[in-house]
């Protein structure tokens, strides 16, 4: 048993309501309520108020019960390793869009530049400078799209 489900039980066994016990430890019901929920921990100097209230020792509310402690300190490494793992593969996901973005750039300036020099023999003010505007808007429009689906993918993960 939990600190928050031992408090739960001494305060319903005393016939307390949670406004009443935060009455006489000088906190919100709210607080009361968040020790109950397991959100927060109270601080040391409520803890040894409540072994008073409810006249039980300290260990008997810290100390949890039933739990194996190297089980939690196993459920917290592998937690922390999906962290890291989450961590690592978001930054692989950027550098990967890094380099589509430049590669399709790359292809742009190519296409242009062979286009514009072999195949156009149109004059570069009349036909060169719409053609490279469409060409970038074209290519930016394709790395906002794989930006966009990296993104939406990520979060549906």
């Known amino acids: 048993m939990e600190f928050s489900e031992k408090l739960i039980t001494l305060r319903k066994g005393r016939d307390l309501t949670q406004e009443q016990l935060a009455e006489q430890l000088n906190v919100s019901r709210?607080?009361?309520s968040k020790w109950e929920?397991?959100?927060v921990i109270p601080e040391v100097d409520?803890?040894?108020e409540l072994s008073?209230?409810?006249?039980?020792?300290?260990?008997?509310?810290?100390?949890?019960s039933e739990i194996d402690e190297l089980s939690v300190k196993t459920d917290i490494l592998e937690q922390q390793q999906k962290q890291l793992l989450n961590r690592e593969q978001a930054r692989a996901k950027i550098f990967q869009n890094i380099l589509y973005s430049a590669a399709i750039y790359f292809v742009f300036f190519a296409a242009f530049f062979v286009g514009h020099y072999f195949f156009?023999?149109?004059e570069w003010e009349a036909w060169g400078k719409p053609v490279i505007f469409a060409e970038f808007f074209i290519a930016t429009a394709i790395v906002i799209v794989i930006?966009?689906?990296?993104?939406?993918n990520r979060q549906r993960i």
Do not use: E, N, R
């Open 30 to 32: 709210q607080s009361v």
């Open 37 to 39: 929920s397991g959100q």
């Open 46 to 48: 409520k803890i040894v």
């Open 52 to 64: 008073k209230v409810f006249h039980v020792t300290l260990d008997y509310l810290l100390k949890p």
């Open 120 to 122: 156009f023999t149109l």
């Open 147 to 152: 930006w966009a689906k990296s993104f939406t």
